[in-house]
């Protein structure tokens, strides 16, 4: 087991570099001058050559991409990632600031995916093909054509026409305004939670239909025990493998859905912020965004690994 | 150089009785009865299907359909909810929501169809490539798999298209660079397996040439995981073109694609338009959906197996 993490974690720190160096490459590659996007193209035209050249010096940009590189992957190492071109706030304290509403709104949507996700799976695998079984199925393959970010502009039109109710539009942390921290989190959190239940339904559903097939099921059944009990005690623990496997993967990608999401409900948070760089061409900021969400999915990626290989010994004798 | 025309009549030569060639036998009639028994077998997706082929049909036809022009401002109509001369609203400046949901689709379609043909079709080969060679060739493809598959795909997509400027042929590109991995993986798994069959390693002991045995002995048996891919991913791929729009880094206004007009519905103030905001993502979903139930549907007939590997 212990050899099993030290390999996982070295493979992830392996990929890390990697993925540096191309989020590095990929957005120095961008056509047109970063002073473009810090002065307008009218100011630009106003700087003299000698301005040009003094901001790209001041600026690191001057530089062969290469020590450009190494430069960050220094400033990365000693924590400061930098300023946005646009705002005083540095990139690490926008980072601290917004980072807890995205991730409590990635946590809340994990735990609610597994609340509705596995009964809904229970349920439809309690009577394959059945009245109830084709409606679940239907509706959880309605939820992955559902774009994450329109169903959010729709509960916050329906909020507002039917109630006249908006989630407050300041962050405010857990720990200082729990009331508004809820209201603000609960809406992303529900609409990224319910588009992962549905793929979490899907799985457990034909993951628990493959483990009913097994002798084990049969004798529990054969025992006399009654369907919800069999299913639920005896064939749920070996279904929900491949499920946790997919729900760390989704995780992440929910990481990635709270952009556009978070940008539907307004919400503060760090997805909006990547909104924000993108839409301003803030490469300096995009690109420590772009590498923390990177870093955070390959982290996850190892935890739920390790999280398998633990709970399933066949995978860390591998 | 002329082919010579037939040795001798066949009749004299060989005296075996002529087989009456069979009129089903003609692609049009296999492809018929293909067709018939995907409707008997799977009806629900073949009515997904006939919805998806209205919509690409929608795609196609827009300015005989489109009741006003995309990109014409009524000034006299602004802003206004459904009625009867624009029965999808008219957006802040003035434009018939109907017609840009209508003009959207191609954007949609484009992309998606753009987006898979290059990036699953790329992936594919790849993953026939790495899966069939196999040895170091492998190892450096899982590990530049492994790398592409360390962002999630919307992140990589919005730093890709965002590197290379708005257009539709770098939101393509964009999003086909994403849908490489799941190509490699799947096809690669599944040449895998069949590599080990022992009509391939028959092929290869009579001296088949690599290229000839993948294109003739491997290739086919990949088509079907292929077509399944390709239909999945068309519904991903419009979702991620939608949310690429939708944060302003897709195919950019005043063309109107589904996410541009959803990203656009808030531009006016805080509170979008409900009617601005309903119809193109109606749009979006129906849209998914119906490739996604298609993609089922061909799945369950082509390859049951495959039902938890895609």
């Known amino acids: 087991m212990y050899h099993y993490i030290v390999r996982r974690l070295g493979f992830g720190a392996f990929t890390v570099i990697g993925v540096s160096i191309v989020i590095f490459f990929v957005l120095r590659v961008l056509p047109g001058d970063p002073l473009v996007a810090i002065f307008g193209p009218e100011g630009f035209t106003k700087l003299s050559d000698a301005d040009r050249a003094g901001y790209m010096a001041q600026l690191g940009l001057s530089d062969p991409l290469i020590v450009q590189y190494l430069h960050w992957i220094g400033d990365i190492a000693r924590g400061s990632l930098g300023h946005s071109f646009f705002r005083a706030e540095s990139v690490a304290d926008m980072i601290e600031r917004r980072g807890p509403l995205t991730g409590e709104i990635a946590l809340i949507s994990v735990a609610l995916s597994w609340i509705v996700g596995i009964p809904v799976a229970i349920i439809s695998a309690l009577r394959p093909n059945s009245f109830g079984d084709n409606i679940t199925r239907f509706v959880s393959i309605l939820f992955l054509a559902v774009p994450g970010f329109w169903f959010g502009m729709l509960i916050v039109l329906a909020s507002l026409f039917w109630f006249g109710y908006r989630a407050p539009l300041a962050g405010a942390s857990l720990l200082a305004n729990p009331w508004d921290n809820l209201q603000i989190v609960i809406g992303p959190a529900v609409v990224l939670g319910l588009g992962q239940a549905a793929y979490i339904a899907r799985m457990a559903r034909s993951s628990l239909l493959e483990v009913i097939r097994e002798d084990y099921v049969r004798t529990a059944r054969a025992k006399g025990l009654n369907g919800f009990r069999v299913i639920s005690l005896h064939a749920l623990p070996n279904a929900l493998l491949p499920v946790i496997t997919l729900s760390g993967i989704l995780l992440g990608f929910v990481l990635a859905g709270s952009i556009p999401v978070e940008r539907a409900f307004g919400t503060p948070g760090l997805g909006y912020a990547m909104f924000t760089a993108v839409s301003e061409r803030d490469v300096f900021v995009m690109q420590n965004l772009v590498f923390l969400y990177a870093v955070v999915f390959v982290m996850l990626n190892i935890a739920v690994d390790v999280t398998i290989a633990w709970l399933d010994p066949r995978i860390r004798y591998q | 150089m002329t082919v010579p025309e037939a040795i001798g009549e066949p009749e004299t030569l060989y005296p075996i009785e002529r087989i009456p060639a069979a009129p089903e036998t003609t692609l049009r009639h296999r492809v018929g009865r293909s067709l018939l028994s995907f409707v008997r077998r799977a009806p629900l997706s073949a009515f997904w299907g006939c919805i998806a082929a209205a919509i690409v049909v929608m795609a196609l036809t827009a300015p005989l359909i489109a009741p006003y022009e995309p990109l014409k401002s009524d000034f006299r109509h602004m802003t206004k909810p459904p009625a009867a001369p624009h029965y999808f609203g008219t957006d802040q400046i003035g434009r018939d929501t109907l017609s840009r949901v209508i003009y959207g689709s191609r954007a949609s379609l484009t992309v998606a169809i753009g987006a898979v043909l290059f990036g699953t079709t790329l992936g594919s080969l790849w993953g026939l490539a790495s899966g069939y060679f196999g040895g170091r060739f492998d190892i450096v493809s899982q590990r530049i798999i492994e790398f592409l598959q360390s962002f999630p795909d919307l992140i990589l997509a919005m730093a890709i298209a965002m590197a290379l400027g708005a257009g539709i042929g770098t939101v393509i590109v964009a999003i086909a660079i994403t849908r490489i991995p799941f190509g490699g993986r799947v096809i690669r798994a599944v040449v895998l397996s069949l590599k080990e069959m022992s009509y391939v390693e028959a092929a290869r002991g009579l001296g088949a040439s690599h290229l000839r045995m993948m294109a003739r002995h491997i290739l086919p048996q990949c088509i079907a995981p292929y077509l399944i891919l390709a239909t999945t991913h068309l519904g991903v791929a419009i979702i991620i073109e939608a949310s690429l729009g939708f944060l302003g880094v897709g195919i950019p206004p005043p063309t109107p694609t589904w996410g541009n007009m959803l990203a656009d519905s808030l ?34 007939i082509l390859d049951p197996r495959l039902r938890r590997a895609v």
């Open chain 2, 267 to 300: 531009n006016g103030g805080l509170v979008p338009p409900w009617w601005l905001v309903l119809f193109p993502g109606c749009a979006i979903t129906l849209t998914v959906l119906a490739f996604n139930l298609l993609g089922d549907g061909i799945r369950d």
